[in-house]
């Protein structure tokens, strides 16, 4: 019973509260199996956990919590349980991660440096990914499972 107890106190301080210590307001399309967006959106950072908050006609429409767990409205899953429903299960659990951090996603996989950013391509019998990080903009289209983000500055 006290391991139980022990368990459930870990896993729900997993989708507890946090104190993001940046915040950024950005324009974020999203296309995937179950989300379809377009509009603005905060990323918000704390170095250890991160959320994404998108709104419609100023208000809320989806919020997911990502730390050990990416966490939505309907509850908290391991990151390969949600790249599977939401995304694809091919992906790296840190993808969705570090697509909002506009980091280097695949461990860096054919990066190349580019004057204002960098770009990867990635293709294999599960996913055909260009991938595009400029100082205005992050843009993922993965072509075989019709999976899109754009992530754009708001000037």
């Known amino acids: 019973m006290k391991y139980i107890l022990i368990l459930c106190v870990l896993f729900l301080s997993a989708c507890s509260i946090k104190n993001y210590?940046?915040?950024?307001?950005?324009?974020?399309?999203?296309?995937?199996?179950?989300?379809k967006f377009s509009d603005l959106g905060y990323i918000r950072n704390s170095g250890e956990a991160l959320e994404l908050e998108l709104f419609t006609v100023g208000k809320s429409f989806f919020k997911l919590s990502i730390d050990s767990f990416i966490c939505t409205d309907k509850g908290c899953t391991s990151k390969s349980v949600f790249n599977d429903k939401?995304?694809?299960?091919?992906?790296?659990?840190?993808?969705?991660?570090?697509?909002?951090?506009?980091?280097?996603?695949?461990?860096?996989?054919?990066?190349?440096?580019?004057?204002?950013?960098?770009?990867?391509?990635?293709?294999?019998?599960?996913?055909?990914?260009?991938?595009?990080?400029?100082q205005t903009q992050t843009y993922f289209k993965d072509k075989k499972n019709n999976?899109?983000?754009?992530?754009?500055?708001?000037?």
Do not use: C, H, W
């Not at 293709?123 to 055909?128: G, L, M, Q, R």
């Not at 999976?147 to 000037?155: A, Q, S």
């Open 147 to 155: 999976i899109l983000f754009k992530i754009k500055e708001i000037r």
């Open 86 to 134: 939401y995304l694809n299960a091919s992906y790296p659990e840190t993808l969705l991660q570090n697509i909002l951090l506009s980091s280097p996603i695949y461990e860096g996989k054919n990066r190349v440096q580019t004057q204002s950013g960098f770009e990867q391509e990635i293709s294999d019998e599960n996913v055909e990914i260009i991938y595009k990080v400029s």
């Open 21 to 35: 210590e940046q915040t950024q307001a950005k324009l974020i399309t999203m296309k995937t199996k179950l989300i």
